[in-house]
């Protein structure tokens, strides 16, 4: 069993940073792949960003690359979405999730957040 409890969310101006966290519970944090996902009011939620449990491969959605990265402290038990260059379009409840494989569909984690908000005003 993993708990998650994500941090760092608020309003920021476009072109601002935010760095996120998700802090999980259980020694068996080092073992997950870790993901975090968003969801607009009247939206589904997409896939941001994900990474294996060693920290070795990520992945983002085209909409961040470049902009968000995904960084871990497995002796922290937190994974972290950076989040640079923001603009209106990412402002969102933002979910960080836990899973057997980084993938990018949201069915695929077994266990989540419950959410922070990023507002990004323009």
């Known amino acids: 069993q993993v708990q998650l409890v994500e941090s760092g969310g608020g309003l920021v101006q476009a072109g601002g940073s935010l760095r996120l966290s998700c802090a999980a519970s259980?020694?068996?944090?080092?073992?997950?792949?870790m993901g975090w996902f968003r969801q607009a009011p009247g939206k589904e939620r997409e896939f941001v960003a994900a990474i294996s449990w060693r920290g070795v491969n990520t992945y983002y959605a085209n909409s961040v690359k470049g902009r968000f990265t995904i960084p871990r402290d497995n002796a922290k038990n937190t994974v972290y979405l950076q989040m640079n260059s923001l603009k209106p379009e990412d402002t969102a409840v933002y979910y960080c999730?836990?899973?057997?494989?980084?993938?990018?569909?949201?069915?695929?984690?077994?266990?989540w957040g419950q959410g922070t908000q990023v507002t990004v005003s323009s």
């Open positions: 259980g020694r068996t944090f080092s073992s997950y792949a």
């Open positions: 999730a836990a899973g057997p494989a980084p993938l990018t569909l949201s069915h695929e984690y077994d266990y």
